[in-house]
Structure formats: C-alpha cells, structure tokens
C-alpha cells in the first residue's frame, strides 16, 4: 500500500473525480492536498499506530519492513518517532540481529522457509533506513541510529545461508520444513533460507566475491531492476572465489550442525547431524541423522507437519536414540570435525539441560548420548558411512531408522512376524485411543493426540528379531529418479548390544503418516533396549554402517572386531573390519578416550579418537588418526607425541575478533581454515580459524564468529544479577 500510494502521489492532483466522491461520503475535503492528509492521517498512519501496537504482528521481521517502508513512503519530519519504535522499541532493530540469530548468523527457527522469512526482509529494512538518512540526514544521525549492517554478525547471517549448503543441492532439514524424504535429481543451489534478493543486497554492502558467488551460481537468478551490476559482472567477481571452497567438513556451533562432506564436484556427498535446539517451529530431533549423495536427498526426517499432527516432529520420525523413563531434554556438544584423507569425521555427546548433579554441579550423570558419523571415500563416486552410537541412562532405550519408500529385504538376521497388533502390542489396534491415555499421551483439542509414546501404537507389520551377529537391510529406493539410477541404500548392523554385552531387539515395521491420506509407506526399523542388563544405568551401542550404491553393492562384508581397554562408563571401544568388493580392506577405530593404547587382531595398535587403516593385499593406501597419538600393524604406521594441540588464551580483542593463545603451535598458518574449540569445565564452543598470526610466545588467531552473543540494556541490578528489559529470543539450550 506504502509503495502504491508513492506512486500515485505526484498525481492526485490529475484526478477530478476524488474530491466529490469524498464529499459525498461526508468528508470535509476541499483541496487535493486535503485528500493527501486524509489518506496518510485515516490510512496510512492508522496502520503506523496498529503496527507499533502489534496489531500487525507476523513473522519478523516483517512488521518491521512493513513498518519502515511506510515511514520511508511519509519522510516525515518527526519520522524519528517511528525510528525509536523501530530501534528501540517493540521493533527491537538495533538488537536484532545479535539477539535473534546465533553466533554462526542461523535464524532461530526451522532451515528453509521460515528461517528465510528472518534473513530476506533485513536488506530492505536496512535500505530503507539509509534511504530515510538520505533524505533527512538531521533527523537519523548514525549516532542515533547507527547502521546494523556493520558488525560480522550481519555478514555471518549471509554466509549461514551459503556455508550449510550440501553437494551443492541441498541443505539440513532441520524443524518444520520440506516433505517426507523421496529421493529426486535436484538442481544446484548456491544458497537456503535466504532470496536471490537478500544476496544482492549482501554484495551492494560487503562487495565480498562469495556472496557474488552465490548470485552467479544460482542458475535461476536474473539481476533485480534496481540492481546495479549485470550478471557478467557479477560473474567476474565471483571468478575471485574458488569454487571448491565448501567442500570440507565443517561445524556451524551456533545452530548446531556438524556437516561431515566428502567428494567433488557431482560426486559430492554429506552426512550431517543436528545437535541443539531452535526456538521455534522445532522438532525432537537431538542428534538427528542426514545424508545427501547421487544429487539428491537419502536420509532426513519425514518433514512438514501435515495438519499439525504429532507424527512428523516426534523423535522416531527422525534418525535418532531416546532413553525413556525419564525422557529428558538434552543438549548437545561437537567434539571435533576432522577432514584425515579419506575420513570426514563428525563426533558429538549431549547430556540433560538443566538437570544437575546435587553435589558436583555437573550435567545429570549417566544420562547422555554419544554420536559419530565417517564418510569413507572408496573412489570419486563411491563411499560408506559408520554411524557408531552409544546411549546411557533412563530406564530403556529405542533406536529408530527409517530411509524411504521402496523395496526392504534382510540378511543375517531372523524375522517373525508378530500375530496383529502395532508395535504397542500384538493386542494394541493401529492409533489405539486407551493405549495412549494409558501411555501419557495427551489430546489437543485441534491436532489430535500427542506424546512421546504416540509413535507405538503407530508402526504396524511388525517382524521381531535380535541383533545376535551382524545383519544388513537394503532398501531398493522406489522413486522415479532412484530407480533410473539404481540407488539403494544398504545399512549394515555390526552391533547392537547393551551393557552387558546382551544383544538388543530388533523390530522391523511399517509405518505412514498419521494423519490420513498418507503419501507414502515405509519401513522402520526400530531396536529396544529393555533396561534389563542390571548394573546401573542402561546402556545401549550400536554400531552400524550405511551403504548408499547404483545398481553393485561396494562391500563384500563387514564385522566388528575385538578391540582391547575399556572406554567410557564401561562402554567397549569400537571397531570393524570393512572389506571392500575391489579388494581394499579398511580396518576402522572409534574410542572416547584417547590416553589409552588399545590392541586389536592383525597387528593393530590404537590410541585415539578415530582412526581407519586401509590397505590392499595386504600394503598399507591410507592411514588415518583424528584425535590420537598411535595408528600402526606390526609396528608401522602413524605415531604422533599428543593427540591434539592446546593453548591457554592469554589475550582476547572483541572488536578486531581475534583471541591470542600460548604456547604457539608448530606452525601457526596451519590452523587457517580448522576448527579449535574454546572451553572450560563446564562447556565448549567452536570456532573457525580465518587468520594466524605469530604473537611473541604465541600466536594471535582471527576467528570467523563474534564472540559477543547478545546485547541489551541494562536496567538494574540485583541479587548478583545483571536486570534488562531487553528480549533474549535465544536463552534456553545453554546457549548463554
């Protein structure tokens, strides 16, 4: 309305009609400018007043757009009130972007549409600003309302959108987002949660080729009217960009996702896990499971809530482990990223939020899960996956997979079909009303029934088993574009044991949307824990392998073996010997403590957090250690003095975002580029290196995140306690 009325401002004047047509009405108009003043004062403004009330109220920050788009539209001499709503205010701008996005420039919310409804009106809002400080620089000094564009936080925002990026098709779907997975050949994208204008105008303020390149590599885009580079140009900036620049791993620690990627080109892939909580339109998803490959989707969480039904955000609709009785809300911690040549490694361990031991102060002991994921490169287009998981506490524990629609045939394992029934009870009746009000479950008087038990009664077709040797499933992927490819996906089951060493049951089942009308039909498979292993705490590992392929299977076989030490709270160490159809065979470790030197069949010593010996025909190709001192058979290998470099930080600068650590590594310019964690006894948080420079004793880091992770007013204080009025969109989690 804003913009049309500016259009048609300049000629009221041409129109003889309005006058006599407000007259008639009742309206004491006598000169056009008269009907100016009527439309700005009865329309206009009214909508000013409703919008600072929060009668406008949407998702923001559009009624801030709105909001200033009107007030740019009036150019008002006392628009500075409008800007102390919008700064100041309900509008909250100059908090915005520190208190609503997290360090690592996420949105808060779910990836895909609704965190882009964060990130693409910021370019106009800011352009209306500057818009307004042109026309009346004496009403919006930038000492009063400076310019939010300038902080890295605001830089970071857009390189979210880009750094998420997976195979350079796809994204994490994280949160109420997307659809149910079915894989399709999908186009390139350079960018998620974000608008070809939001890039454009990230360019116009930081003039940084990556964000050029983002524009020249969305094959859709077509420079905007009012853009002032063509796409040739543009081109020619983002030339100054490499184009292999996404292809590590990497952690984005304020959202939470570890992103493990390997691969060139079309032959990209990526495995990714989520480890934190948004704020909103989330999901029981804690340490969630993703993949990517072939050009398009293979593993994610079931989507979109259809009709706001329970069955999409539960925890068994997603990739993931529960301890039940208590169900408790955890959070999650990276514990390192590791690009080791044909290992992309991603490793992360949650425990309860705000459940605390009585005399230690420590996170609730015992109850916390541990998560690592491998991407193994076999050739430029092959690969395999480990996923190796432990769970501890609670009372019992699920495991729950699902990949998607298509033919599930078994081996290694013996299926019997339960006689009717879900996976409630041969006796529970799909959606069982009685067994969910007997089971905690709760009715919302709009979205039907809901609780974390609502899964069971939900799964059907149920065949049960026991993990007592090693067994795989394959899933002959059912969608047009897999079939034309040949895609399966193969997941191999090397362990599945709880803490005595009993194997775990195994259920496999069918499940479909909740809702009715469901679109799809597909396995589950589900492994339980009953809790019945009598030593304290349950604990449950699973040791599994993913084997995504077109057409021929690449592994021969794969086992676990003995490897010696014990590990974490009594778990064993992992790990297995994979043998690969072309004769490579990789030997693979997994452990949580690294002091401990560990032996293992063949010849192998092992200290460390995460290794892979591969080799053919007995001579060694590739060795890789992450987080260790010691990878060797019969005594050659790897050897290194310490597992991992630490510092102390001696001296931190918040404006220039730099940190000075001592003792200075061996080669400073080597942590360009890697990840280092900065912590203390209580907590971690990651960072990535952009800049190395030697300090002395030590050396001075620039990091690629600002330090400072919320701003506000202060109000008061009282009782130890810093008081401000200013909102915190982002407490809870830990994350402060």
Known sequence: HAEAYDMIWPDIEKDEQIIPFLQSKGFGVQTHEDVRRFMESNLMAVWMQGAMDGATRSNE??????????????????????????????????????????????????????????????????????????????????????????????????????????????????????????????????????????FEHAWRVFRDPKFAWALANDPSWSPSDDFEWTREQIGAEA???????????????????????????????????HYNHARGHVQDDMLDLGMDAFGGNILSHMGYPRNWGQWEGLWSSHNTARQFEPYLNQVGEAQYVADAGIAHVIEVRTHVNRAYDSETGDPLPGYWQRRMMALIDVSPSDFYALDFYRISGGSEHWWAFHAQEGEYTTDGIDLTAQDGGTLAGPDVPYGDVEWMKAHGCSLHPTYGWRGINFTFPHLYNVQKGAAQSPWWGDWEIASEDAQSIGLHLRQHILQARDGAGEPIEVDVTDGKAASG?????MKWIMMHNPGTEGDGAPRTQVLAVLEPYLNDPV?????????????????????????????????????????????????????????????????????SLVGGTMLTKNGQGVSVEEPEFRGEIVAVDHDAHTLTIAPAPESPGAMVGQTVFIGNDRRSVAYEVAGAEEAGDGVTLTVDMDSRIGTGEVTGVEDYRVLTKTPFTLQRGGYY
């Open 555 to 623: 592994i021969a076989s794969a086992q676990p073996i003995a490897l010696s030490g014990e590990d974490e709270a009594g778990f064993e160490a992992g790990a297995a010997r994979i043998e690969l159809v072309g004769g490579r065979v990789d030997t693979v470790f997994w452990s949580a403590d690294p002091t401990i030197e560990r032996e293992a069949e063949g010849g192998f010593r092992f200290a460390g957090r995460f290794g892979v010996w591969s080799e053919r025909e007995g001579e060694p190709i590739a060795i």
């Open 61 to 198: 920050p559009f009624a801030q757009r709105g909001l200033v788009r009107m007030a740019e539209m009036l150019n008002y001499e006392r628009g500075d009130e409008f800007m102390d709503w919008l700064y100041d205010e309900e509008g909250k701008m100059r908090i915005f972007v520190p208190n609503t996005f997290f360090r690592d420039g996420a949105p808060y919310e779910s990836t895909g549409g609704y965190n882009s409804m964060h990130v693409t009106p910021l370019g106009p809002i800011v352009e209306s600003i500057e818009h307004l400080r042109e026309m009346r620089p004496e009403v919006y000094p930038r000492d009063k309302y400076p310019d939010i564009t300038q902080s890295l936080r605001y830089h970071t925002v857009f390189d979210f959108c880009m750094d998420t990026v997976t195979i350079g098709r796809s994204f994490p779907k994280v949160g109420d987002t997307g659809s149910y997975p079915n894989f399709t050949k999908l186009p390139p994208a350079s960018y998620h949660s974000a608008n070809a204008a939001a």
């Open 239 to 273: 030339a100054q960009w490499p184009d292999d620049w996404d292809n590590a791993s990497s952690l984005h620690d304020g959202y939470a996702l570890a992103i493990a990627r390997g691969g060139t080109g079309d032959d990209r892939r990526a495995s990714w896990m």
């Open 517 to 521: 009308g469901s679109p799809y039909e």
